[in-house]
Structure formats: structure tokens, C-alpha cells
T-cell receptor
């Protein structure tokens, strides 16, 4: 089954404790991205990757890091999480940035206390 | 820069009626638009897309209309069903080489 998976689905952590949210797709997609979704603000892009070893900042990259060492994986790293990073995070992938629709993962709800 | 927004944050329709969800965009160079459906607790799901060389595109029970003159697009859902209850997002491509810009969403509620 074609899908984007994220782990964990739910995470509660404390300020400053490094965490990684994993994202994996099994569709051989070149393009992957991370979004955060907040009430009243909609989906905002954090980082995206056009292909392996190619990553670029989205609209709200501050406080986040990503890596794309393999085509299928695109982890999101919070080196020192802060409460304003409490949000719902989605990973997405597509054949290319402009290709037909993006496949979204199920979401990761992160709470930073 | 590009902004994509929806006219109404909520929309309630009777089961069986048609639904129309509207969206406006600001960048006249945008040439690709997508509608997504997001059900509670799930990620957005692709519904239908349209490129700027088209005015209309139809899918199963859904139609997207694009009016480039007024920079407006709409999603029409025929014979709305309870399973259509969700938040609907439009997303636009501001420049052709950068990722999509998402609107904030309209919550569609279907009244049985």
C-alpha cells in the first residue's frame, strides 16, 4: 500500500530535550516536505527536499533541522524544542514539487512543556 | 508573495444538497491549484487539481472551477453526504518552482 508513515504519532516532551520525528514513504517519491498545522494559521511549510541530499527552507524553518540521506526517509529534528513548537506536524511526499497532489502522513501531535 | 485564502471558515449544508467552497489567490502567475480534504485526526487527502490552462475539471461528485480573471477557484461537491464532513483546503503554486501555499481551510458540516 502506497503510504507516508510518521513516528511517533503523539509526543509530549520538555523544553530543550532533543527529539526526532521520522517520516518514510514507499512510493519512490523525489519530493518530501514537513508542515506544521496550527489553529487559525493553516498548514505552513517548515522544510522541503527536492531529492536526496537536497533540502531547502520553507516558510517557518526556525528551530528545525532536516536531513535527506535516503530517498524514502526525511526526518524532522528539533534540537532544542520550545513550547511554541507545540503543534500538529505532517510529512508529505510527491513525485515532484509540482506533480499531482501530495501524499500526507497521518500527523504527529507534539506538545512541548 | 502568494496568499491563498478561503472566503468562509465554516459551511453547513443539508445532506443531498450541493456544496460550494470558495478560494481566492493573489498571484496571477499561479498556474496550479489543488483541493485537499482533511478529516478529523487525519492528514490532508488530495481531492482534485487544476492547471491554469483549464477553467473546469470534474471528478467523481466534485468539480473545480477556476476563474483566472478574478483569481478565484471553487470546489463543488454534488449530493453532499455525511462522509464529506471535513475541512477543505485549497493550495496554490505561487511561482512554478516553489512549493504550494495552503489556505487556512473551510470546515464543511453536513446536516443529516
Amino acid at each position: 500500500e502506497a503510504q507516508v508513515t510518521q513516528n511517533p504519532r503523539y509526543l509530549i516532551t520538555v523544553t530543550g530535550k532533543k527529539l526526532t520525528v521520522t517520516c518514510s514513504q514507499n512510493m519512490n517519491h523525489e519530493y518530501m516536505s514537513w508542515y506544521r498545522q496550527d489553529p487559525g494559521l493553516g498548514l505552513r511549510q517548515i522544510y522541503y527536499s527536492m531529492n536526496v541530499e537536497v533540502t531547502d527552507k520553507g516558510d517557518v524553518p526556525e528551530g528545525y533541522k532536516v536531513s535527506r540521506k535516503e530517498k524514502r526517509n526525511f526526518p524532522l529534528i528539533l534540537e532544542s524544542p520550545s513550547p511554541n513548537q507545540t503543534s500538529l506536524y505532517f510529512c508529505a511526499s510527491s513525485l515532484s514539487a509540482r506533480d499531482i497532489g501530495q501524499y500526507f502522513g497521518p500527523g504527529t501531535r507534539l506538545t512541548v512543556t | 508573495g502568494e496568499s491563498v485564502g478561503l472566503h468562509l471558515p465554516t459551511l453547513s449544508v443539508q445532506e443531498g444538497d450541493n456544496s460550494i467552497i470558495n478560494c481566492a489567490y493573489s498571484n496571477s502567475a499561479s498556474d496550479y491549484f489543488i483541493w485537499y480534504k482533511q478529516e478529523s485526526g487525519k492528514g490532508p487527502q488530495f481531492i482534485i487539481d487544476i492547471r491554469s490552462n483549464m477553467d473546469k475539471r470534474q471528478g467523481q461528485r466534485v468539480t473545480v472551477l477556476l476563474n483566472k480573471t478574478v483569481k478565484h477557484l471553487s470546489l463543488q461537491i454534488a449530493a453532499t453526504q455525511p462522509g464529506d464532513s471535513a475541512v477543505y483546503f485549497c493550495a496554490g503554486d505561487p511561482s512554478g518552482n516553489t512549493p504550494l501555499v495552503f489556505g487556512k481551510g473551510t470546515r464543511l458540516s453536513v446536516i443529516a
